[in-house]
């Protein structure tokens, strides 16, 4: 009987390792399936993988020192949405028109691999405007037709003003940057003359940044974008979580140790923010769930009280017997 009971203890003894491991894989499992569901929604989204990019560099921000939720600044992480055709993009143009916008500024932001550089890291920056290049050496930009034209100006082969949005040498517009205070010309005759976009119909982009920078185009003359060259439109926003990625991975751009001042102060110090949050908001949760079962049991004396009691087995007492019957 005693080693019936001892098997027994042991029997228990098993089980109670068992059930110890079933929360802890079942919150394991729980927190693949909830990983995969979260980047299945994502890539559902915007059909490209991965569905999240990391900015890398400054060109796009509205400050030299600061950052702000809703503006794409260094560390940030944007959803990168597929655009397979031209109805895909919204220009700047078309936005300044229609009054849509992303970012703090008219139009969308593209993510997209430089002409002549496939291997290269993508860029970010805005589409300005689209081109098609007519055969002379200068572009057609279908889009102006929709802008007033007190707000621009062109000039044609001959280098004459121009106010149709056909055979283009030369664009002015005014009213651009975020501030809306620049006047910005765009060599459309030195951008069709590029090696890495020779001929080829795309967008003209510029960096938010960069068209208040020290160069004063502020458009990149580099190249006209195609667009096969597009990985995506920008959508969303992650601030500050880039960082990490680029503290344990630096790039040319930042960042070389945690607070590298090339990303702004305030996104440091949001991040770390974040971070503690993050990992004390498991243990408060914790707290507050047994400070609350407490407080409830404690409303229920009597019941504890009678569970208590309920729970001990009777003593064993001596053996006694009934009364006999008749013999």
Not at 86 to 110: C, E, H
Not at 195 to 217: C, E, I, K, W
Not at 318 to 326: L, R, S, Y
Request: net charge negative; aromatic share 10%; with cysteine.
């Amino acid at each position: 009987m005693a080693r019936d009971r001892r098997a027994g203890r042991e029997d228990e003894d098993g089980g109670g390792e068992e059930d110890g491991l079933r929360p802890w894989v079942r919150d394991a499992v729980t927190a693949v399936v909830i990983v995969v569901v979260f980047f299945g929604v994502l890539f559902a989204y915007t059909r490209e993988w991965p569905p999240l990019v990391v900015v890398e560099s400054e060109s796009m921000q509205h400050s030299d020192s600061e950052s702000f939720v809703g503006v794409i600044d260094t560390g940030d992480l944007v959803l990168v949405q597929s655009a397979p055709s031209r109805s895909s993009v919204v220009t700047w143009i078309q936005g300044r028109v229609t009054g849509y916008s992303t970012y703090g500024d008219y139009g969308d932001v593209i993510v997209f691999r430089r002409p002549g550089f496939p291997s290269a890291d993508p860029v970010i920056h805005r589409a300005i405007l689209y081109v098609v290049p007519n055969g002379t050496g200068a572009y057609d930009v279908p889009d102006l037709r929709d802008l007033p034209s007190s707000e621009w100006e062109g000039r044609g082969r001959g280098w004459e003003p121009r106010q149709t949005p056909y055979a283009l040498r030369e664009l002015t517009i005014r009213g651009m940057g975020f501030r809306r205070d620049l006047v910005i010309t765009f060599n459309l005759t030195n951008l069709a003359a590029q090696p890495a976009s020779f001929g080829q119909a795309g967008y003209v982009t510029m960096g938010d940044h960069n068209a208040y920078g020290s160069l004063g185009r502020g458009y990149d003359p580099s190249w006209v974008v195609p667009q096969g060259n597009l990985l995506g439109v920008a959508r969303g926003e992650l601030p500050w979580f880039g960082l990490l990625k680029l503290t344990f991975a630096p790039t040319g751009d930042c960042c070389s140790s945690w607070g590298d001042p090339r990303a702004p102060r305030n996104s440091w110090d949001s991040l770390l923010v974040a971070i503690i949050l993050l990992v004390t908001l498991p243990f408060a949760i914790e707290v507050v769930g047994w400070a609350w079962s407490r407080r409830q049991a404690s409303k229920e004396p009597g019941a504890e009280r009678a569970v208590e009691i309920g729970s001990e087995e009777p003593a064993e007492g001596p053996h006694m017997e009934g009364p006999k019957g008749p013999t």
